[in-house]
């Protein structure tokens, strides 16, 4: 059974700097997927950045960013010019992988999560 | 906005009681996964559906069932409830065409 573990349970930082993230997880699957979700005090779970297990280069959206170390089973997400409406918590989540390269919808890919992270961004 | 809908929002009921939770899938989504978010627990997969038929099972309860209508729609049923059952259930649907789980804005179950 996958893992995840989210050794920071709570962080913070001040408006427009920069703050990481961590994650750590343990498979023994070679292909899979990893997510952070978003979870503001509106409950809503809200996907902001995914990595595919095979791809070597780091994703990328706006600003957030993954370090993703395969071999050290590793996934942090930093976030950049950090604002106000980052306040939340924050997941780290695991896919089963593929039964093969060619995704079929009638697997079973149900996520693993880590407990979370609450980040609170100061004025 | 998702696509995922839930209803009810919230739920207040009794220790004993039954009930049940009704999530929409975006159109065209097949699969649906139902999650529990509790604080002593985190979030937990509890069942898959895909296209009317169970596809996996996880923590969940023999309290708890569910099933996909062939209109695609889910319904989680939550019997015997007992105080340690208040949580945040929330449903995700995906399609064929990626990987992505779209969450619902969940149903807040409050038993007393």
């Known amino acids: 059974a996958q893992t995840v573990t989210q050794s920071q349970p709570e962080m913070s930082v001040q408006e427009a700097e920069t703050v990481t993230l961590s994650c750590t997880y343990d498979?023994?699957?070679?292909?899979?997927?990893l997510f952070w979700y978003k979870q503001p005090p509106s409950r809503q779970m809200i996907l902001v950045i995914r990595?595919?297990?095979?791809?070597?280069q780091n994703a990328t959206e706006n600003r957030f960013s993954v370090n993703f170390q395969k071999a050290a089973k590793s996934f942090s997400l930093k976030i950049s010019d950090s604002q106000l409406g980052d306040t939340a918590m924050y997941f780290c989540?695991?896919?089963?992988?593929?039964?093969?390269?060619?995704?079929?919808?009638?697997?079973?890919?149900?996520?693993?999560f880590g407990k979370g992270t609450k980040l609170s961004v100061i004025p | 906005d998702s696509g995922v809908t839930q209803t009810p929002k919230h739920l207040i009921t009794a220790t004993g009681q039954r009930v049940t939770l009704r999530c929409s899938p975006r159109?065209?989504?097949?699969?649906v996964y139902w999650y529990q978010q509790s604080l002593d627990q985190g979030l937990q997969f509890l069942i898959q559906?895909?296209?009317?038929?169970?596809?996996a099972k996880g923590n969940i309860l023999e309290r708890f069932s569910a099933q996909q209508f062939p209109d695609l729609h889910s319904e989680l049923n939550l019997s015997s409830l007992e105080l340690g059952d208040s949580a945040l259930y929330f449903c995700?649907?995906?399609?064929?065409?990626?990987?992505?789980?779209?969450f619902g804005p969940g149903t807040r179950l409050t038993v007393l």
């Open positions: 498979t023994s699957e070679n292909n899979y997927y």
């Open positions: 995700a649907s995906q399609g064929l065409a990626g990987n992505e789980q779209f």
């Open positions: 159109s065209g989504d097949l699969s």
């Open positions: 990595q595919e297990a095979y791809k070597q």
């Open positions: 559906y895909y296209n009317g038929e169970e596809r």
């Open positions: 989540a695991f896919m089963k992988p593929y039964a093969n390269l060619a995704y079929s919808g009638a697997g079973s890919y149900q996520l693993t």
